[in-house]
């Protein structure tokens, strides 16, 4: 393949996360699969950021497609910036007050969320808008002299601005957001963000993303001005699609899942290759654990929470769970055995980097002989055997523990894999799923580690370990296409019958939005689409989506009855939303893994624990291993981007699309 032309950019996908910086491309010299792997800059991760592309690309241009946790971490952490609420008078408190729903039913003592904004930043404008749209007050000059001066005296950083029943008719948004404009302050605007109804979630959703927008625009910022050379920066979206930095600067809140998205993306594209549609991905990485169901095609849901923050903008249906290499161990005041959430991130990190002084989940894999110490990336950076024993037994001694240090960390890995296994269950058994039906996707540095244990107590009859799984993330990034989503709420009823005229109309409406804004940010390519209705029986309080097509009335009935067990087909159905997704796909990579075999492809004799037992166990380097040949466990197989760890009775496989497939032994039966 020709070098590069300085005129065509290097497409390079980078996800930060808490511990490592992934970056992956395709080496324009060979035309591999490449990735790096390098420390998280939690301080300002934007320095990993320009450290990777300065070592992929020393000259010429390049295409930078970003997935960040930042937006994530600010709102976990309530590091965003000072909002200004402004909203109807008389729902000022609606942000608090919510839907009075109880997480903890039976909890007395339960802190309830409290709100983004406190209150002497809730303003109430005077004006109302029906249900139908029909402007009742219009808000007077007067009124809004006085909001402006209001809001100018307590010097907010952001401001957001929902209106009652605005999705009907933004008339009232627009003329409060004109007045505001002069601030010159970011405005976050209910009808051009999430023109939907339900009061309390639109507001939630418009509160965060102006909570989110000082702090992504800085970061976004301080991207652009560290990637010296010439540079076009992309963000992924947690819809699992691709948009430009000013979009995402300019609403956020679409960004809050953008790191795990990726993940679910190259998760589902990896197993496809190998001819499985029903996975679940399993994604461990240093300081979480993201899982997400997939059949066929990643799903997206509209009814997601961030830390108990409704966000109504499309997400891939994911669950994370506070559980990764970096958790920290810890005993509670009963002296029980924790494990996370909190984590020792990049730094400190694990006692074993170097640095870290408590352990974690890393430790415990190391002291049992699951990650090869002079191999951890490829060995290009050693992890610390005398230390991490050290220092794990004088912390044992000092909480007065009786626990041997191999005991301990059996101790560690058996909590964390039974924080993980729940967290599977709530994407599958809970939701009427059964594992049995499911290959796992284990990816993430960790992922693999523990992937065949939590693949037994599911019942899952196979794990899937991609080729550079800790980088996967990274790739699904790099593999996605750039996507827009829109919305309206309706509130249609319809007597067995649908509305296709109006409906292909009021769909034309909002496809006629999305190529003009595609074409305001010169996006080359057809744009697709894919039109979508939420629908619900009369009486009911929340929708189910399905495809826009003649049988959409048939599709509805048949979904509830699979999600809730009965259909009721001579009742009245109501479409409350119109959804579509329009999309231009990207040029795909052709990725093939770089495979460096050795002239001695021998496995090396180690020893790992399991069950108790410490036994003699093959240590492989991925790479060296052969096509279609069956590794029997117990073994450990090592790569750059992760560890692989396949326990007794199990066995692994690498297929032809370099996937390595990794199964139970079959038991033989009299």
Same mark, same amino acid.
């Not at 699609?241 to 795990?260: K, M």
């Not at 920290?328 to 009963?334: I, M, T, V």
């Not at 230390?387 to 009786?402: D, I, M, Q, Y």
């Given at each position: 393949?020709?070098?590069?032309?300085?005129?065509?950019?290097?497409?390079?996908?980078?996800?930060?996360?808490?511990?490592?910086?992934?970056?992956? =491309?395709?080496?324009?010299?060979?035309? *591999?699969?490449?990735?790096?792997?390098?420390?998280?800059?939690?301080?300002?991760?934007?320095?990993?950021?320009?450290?990777?592309?300065?070592?992929?690309?020393?000259?010429?241009?390049?295409?930078?497609?970003?997935?960040?946790?930042?937006?994530?971490?600010?709102?976990?952490?309530?590091?965003?910036?000072?909002?200004?609420?402004?909203?109807?008078?008389?729902?000022?408190?609606?942000?608090?007050?919510?839907?009075?729903?109880?997480?903890?039913?039976?909890?007395?003592?339960?802190?309830?969320?409290?709100?983004?904004?406190?209150?002497?930043?809730?303003?109430?404008?005077?004006?109302?808008?029906?249900?139908?749209?029909?402007?009742?007050?219009?808000? &007077?000059?007067?009124?809004?002299?006085?909001?402006?001066?209001?809001?100018?005296?307590?010097?907010?950083?952001?401001?957001?601005?929902?209106?009652?029943?605005?999705?009907?008719?933004?008339?009232?948004?627009?003329?409060?957001?004109?007045?505001?404009?002069?601030? @010159?302050?970011?405005?976050?605007?209910?009808?051009?963000?999430?023109?939907?109804?339900?009061?309390?979630?639109?507001?939630?959703?418009?509160?965060?993303?102006?909570?989110?927008?000082?702090?992504?625009?800085?970061?976004?910022?301080?991207?652009?001005?560290?990637?010296?050379?010439?540079?076009?920066?992309?963000?992924?979206?947690?819809?699992?699609?691709?948009?430009?930095?000013?979009?995402?600067?300019?609403?956020?809140? @679409?960004?809050?899942?953008?790191?795990?998205?990726?993940?679910?993306?190259?998760?589902?594209?990896?197993?496809?290759? &190998?001819?499985?549609?029903?996975?679940?991905?399993?994604?461990?990485?240093?300081?979480?654990?993201?899982?997400?169901?997939?059949?066929?095609?990643?799903?997206?849901?509209?009814?997601?929470?961030?830390?108990?923050?409704?966000?109504?903008?499309?997400?891939?249906?994911?669950?994370?769970?506070?559980?990764?290499?970096?958790?920290?161990?810890?005993?509670?005041?009963?002296?029980?055995?924790?494990?996370?959430?909190?984590?020792?991130?990049?730094?400190?990190?694990?006692?074993?980097?170097?640095?870290?002084?408590?352990?974690?989940?890393?430790?415990?894999?190391?002291?049992?002989?699951?990650?090869?110490?002079?191999?951890?990336?490829?060995?290009?950076?050693?992890?610390?055997?005398?230390?991490?024993?050290?220092?794990?037994?004088? =912390?044992?001694?000092?909480?007065?523990?009786?626990?041997?240090?191999?005991?301990?960390?059996?101790?560690?890995?058996?909590?964390?894999?039974?924080?993980?296994?729940?967290?599977?269950?709530?994407?599958?058994?809970?939701?009427?799923?059964?594992?049995?039906?499911?290959?796992?996707?284990?990816?993430?540095?960790?992922?693999?580690?523990?992937?065949?244990?939590?693949?037994?107590?599911?019942?899952?009859? @196979?794990?899937?370990?991609?080729?550079?799984?800790?980088?996967? &993330?990274?790739?699904?990034?790099?593999?996605?296409?750039?996507?827009?989503?829109?919305?309206?709420?309706?509130? =249609?009823?319809?007597?067995?019958?649908?509305?296709?005229?109006?409906?292909?109309?009021?769909?034309?409406?909002?496809?006629?939005?999305?190529?003009?804004?595609?074409?305001?940010?010169? =996006?080359?390519?057809?744009?697709?689409?894919?039109?979508?209705? *939420?629908?619900?029986?009369?009486?009911?309080?929340?929708?189910?989506?399905?495809?826009?097509?003649?049988?959409?009335?048939?599709?509805?009935?048949? *979904?509830?009855?699979?999600?809730?067990?009965?259909?009721? *087909?001579?009742?009245?159905?109501?479409?409350?939303?119109?959804?579509?997704?329009?999309?231009?796909?990207?040029?795909?990579?052709?990725?093939?893994?770089?495979?460096?075999?050795?002239?001695?492809?021998?496995?090396?004799?180690?020893?790992?624990?399991?069950?108790?037992? &410490?036994?003699?166990?093959?240590?492989?380097?991925?790479?060296?291993?052969?096509?279609?040949?069956?590794?029997?466990?117990?073994?450990?197989?090592?790569?750059?981007?992760?560890?692989?760890?396949?326990?007794?009775?199990?066995?692994?496989?690498?297929?032809?699309?370099?996937?390595?497939?990794?199964?139970?032994?079959?038991?033989?039966?009299?």
């Amino acid at each position: 393949m020709p070098a590069r032309s300085r005129k065509t950019p290097l497409r390079i996908a980078i996800d930060t996360g808490g511990t490592f910086t992934d970056c992956v =491309w395709i080496d324009p010299a060979s035309g *591999e699969l490449k990735a790096l792997k390098l420390f998280s800059t939690p301080s300002d991760p934007s320095t990993a950021i320009a450290g990777a592309v300065a070592q992929i690309a020393a000259k010429g241009a390049v295409t930078l497609l970003h997935g960040t946790t930042v937006g994530t971490n600010a709102l976990l952490q309530r590091k965003g910036g000072r909002v200004a609420f402004v909203t109807t008078k008389g729902f000022e408190d609606s942000i608090e007050i919510g839907r009075q729903a109880r997480p903890k039913l039976y909890d007395f003592f339960f802190d309830a969320i409290k709100p983004l904004v406190s209150r002497e930043l809730r303003f109430g404008i005077n004006e109302r808008t029906d249900k139908d749209g029909k402007i009742l007050v219009k808000p &007077s000059t007067a009124d809004l002299k006085r909001l402006r001066a209001a809001i100018r005296k307590a010097k907010p950083d952001t401001i957001a601005i929902s209106l009652l029943f605005s999705f009907a008719n933004p008339a009232n948004e627009r003329v409060v957001a004109a007045k505001l404009k002069s601030l @010159r302050l970011p405005l976050s605007v209910s009808h051009q963000i999430l023109p939907e109804f339900r009061e309390f979630e639109r507001a939630s959703t418009i509160v965060v993303n102006a909570y989110l927008q000082p702090v992504m625009t800085d970061y976004l910022n301080r991207i652009r001005q560290r990637v010296a050379k010439p540079a076009l920066v992309f963000v992924m979206q947690s819809s699992g699609g691709l948009t430009s930095l000013a979009t995402a600067a300019r609403e956020p809140v @679409r960004t809050v899942l953008s790191g795990p998205a990726g993940g679910v993306v190259g998760a589902a594209a990896m197993a496809k290759r &190998s001819g499985f549609a029903k996975i679940i991905g399993f994604d461990m990485g240093g300081t979480s654990t993201d899982v997400c169901l997939v059949e066929g095609a990643p799903t997206v849901t509209n009814e997601a929470e961030v830390d108990g923050l409704p966000v109504r903008v499309p997400m891939l249906n994911i669950h994370t769970v506070g559980a990764g290499g970096g958790s920290l161990a810890r005993f509670d005041a009963g002296g029980a055995l924790r494990v996370g959430p909190e984590s020792a991130g990049a730094d400190p990190g694990p006692i074993c980097y170097g640095k870290g002084t408590q352990p974690t989940v890393t430790d415990a894999n190391l002291l049992l002989g699951r990650l090869p110490a002079k191999r951890f990336l490829g060995g290009g950076f050693q992890l610390d055997v005398d230390r991490t024993e050290k220092l794990t037994a004088v =912390w044992l001694r000092t909480r007065k523990s009786n626990l041997s240090v191999m005991r301990f960390a059996e101790g560690v890995v058996r909590i964390v894999n039974a924080n993980m296994e729940k967290a599977i269950r709530v994407v599958s058994i809970d939701k009427g799923h059964d594992t049995r039906d499911f290959s796992l996707v284990a990816f993430g540095g960790a992922g693999a580690m523990h992937a065949c244990e939590l693949a037994a107590a599911l019942e899952m009859p @196979r794990v899937i370990v991609p080729a550079m799984p800790g980088a996967l &993330s990274a790739l699904g990034i790099l593999m996605s296409n750039v996507v827009k989503d829109y919305s309206r709420t309706l509130l =249609w009823s319809c007597d067995g019958i649908l509305p296709q005229r109006d409906l292909a109309a009021e769909f034309r409406k909002l496809e006629a939005n999305a190529r003009k804004d595609f074409h305001a940010e010169r =996006w080359p390519g057809q744009v697709a689409f894919e039109r979508w209705l *939420e629908m619900r029986y009369a009486g009911q309080g929340f929708e189910l989506a399905v495809p826009s097509n003649a049988d959409s009335l048939q599709t509805f009935h048949a *979904e509830h009855r699979r999600r809730y067990g009965y259909m009721l *087909e001579q009742n009245q159905v109501e479409i409350v939303n119109l959804r579509l997704r329009a999309s231009i796909e990207t040029q795909r990579p052709k990725t093939r893994p770089a495979r460096t075999i050795k002239e001695s492809a021998a496995p090396i004799g180690s020893k790992a624990v399991f069950n108790g037992r &410490s036994m003699s166990a093959m240590l492989y380097e991925r790479s060296s291993m052969s096509t279609g040949k069956t590794y029997a466990g117990p073994s450990v197989i090592y790569e750059y981007s992760g560890t692989t760890v396949v326990p007794p009775g199990w066995a692994a496989t690498v297929g032809k699309t370099g996937n390595m497939i990794l199964e139970q032994k079959r038991k033989r039966t009299t």
